[in-house]
C-alpha cells in the first residue's frame, strides 16, 4: 500500500525521507500547495505534501484542498494521514497531547468543499456519518501502542475559518456543541477525500488550551506553541514511521 501524509503546522518536511524526489502535479482544480514529494520512511513507499506550503506560506482558508486531493489521488496512494496542529477544548487534552479524532464539526465557510459542481455534473451526496476511516485509524493507534505512545482514540474536531485564532466566547459554545479540539484545516479535506474515495484519517497534536481554557484564559502564547510543537512533532515521527512499517504485508 502507498500512504500520503500531510503535514500541517510544524511539520512542513518529513525528517528521515529516503530517497526523496519533488513532482509537480497540475490539477483542475488549480495548484497543489507545492509539489508531491515521494520517497520512503521505514523502507516503506509514501507520498508528502506540506499542506500550508513548504515554506508554510499559504494560509487555512487560501489552501487549495481540492487540487491537493485530487494530486494525491492522481499520485494512485492508498490511503490519508493528515497530521493536524489543533487547540484543546477539553481539559484533558492540554499541550502536547495526541488524539485521533473521530468526528467533525465544520465551522468554515466559503471554500470550494467538493468536487462535484459545474454544470455538466449531476448533483451528487456523499455519506459522511463517520468521517475517518477505521482501518487507518485502528493502524494509527496500533503504531502509537507499539511505540508506548499515549494517543487518545475519542474527540470531535471543530474546524474553524482561520487565519486568527478563536475567541473565549466561540470555544464555550464549540464546548456546548461537543467539540473537544478546535483547528483550522480539517475540512474539506476530509470530505474531498471521500468524495475520491480514498480512506482518511488525521491525526492531531494539541499545541495549545483553546482560548479562555487553561493557561489560555487571558491569551495564547504563540511562543509557547512553537515549544510544545517541536517536541511533539518528533513524537509524531516515530508514530508515522512505525504506521508506514505496519503498512508492509507480512511475508508468506
Request: proline residues 7%.
Amino acid at each position: 500500500m502507498k500512504f500520503a501524509i500531510i503535514g500541517g503546522s510544524g511539520l512542513t518536511q518529513l525528517p528521515g525521507l529516503e530517497q526523496g524526489r519533488r513532482q509537480v502535479v497540475r490539477t483542475p482544480y488549480g495548484d497543489p500547495s507545492g509539489p508531491l514529494t515521494h520517497g520512503s520512511l521505514n523502507g516503506v513507499e509514501l507520498v508528502f505534501l506540506a499542506r500550508h506550503g513548504y515554506g508554510h506560506t499559504i494560509a487555512p482558508h487560501e489552501i487549495n484542498y481540492r487540487a491537493n486531493v485530487w494530486a494525491l489521488h492522481s499520485a494512485g496512494v492508498d490511503g490519508i494521514v493528515s497530521v493536524a496542529t489543533v487547540g484543546g477544548i477539553r481539559p484533558e487534552y492540554g499541550p502536547g497531547v495526541l488524539v485521533l479524532p473521530d468526528q467533525i464539526i465544520d465551522y468554515s465557510w466559503g471554500r470550494r468543499s467538493t468536487f462535484f459542481e459545474g454544470p455538466d455534473q449531476p448533483v451528487t451526496h456523499v455519506d459522511l456519518t463517520v468521517p475517518y476511516d477505521d482501518r487507518v485509524r485502528d493502524r494509527l493507534a496500533k503504531a502509537a501502542a507499539n511505540l508506548a505512545e499515549p494517543l487518545s482514540l475519542v474527540g470531535t474536531y471543530g474546524c474553524t475559518q482561520g487565519p486568527r485564532l478563536e475567541t473565549a466566547a466561540e470555544i464555550r459554545r464549540m464546548e456546548r456543541d461537543g467539540c473537544d479540539l478546535v483547528g483550522m484545516t480539517g475540512m474539506p479535506e476530509a470530505v474531498l477525500a471521500r468524495e475520491l474515495a480514498i480512506p482518511y484519517a488525521a491525526l492531531a497534536v494539541v499545541a495549545n488550551h483553546a482560548a479562555g481554557k487553561g493557561d489560555s484564559r487571558d491569551a495564547i502564547s504563540l511562543e509557547a506553541i512553537g515549544a510544545v510543537l517541536e517536541g511533539a512533532m518528533a513524537r509524531v515521527h516515530r508514530i508515522l514511521a512505525e504506521f508506514m512499517r505496519l503498512s508492509v504485508p507480512p511475508s508468506r
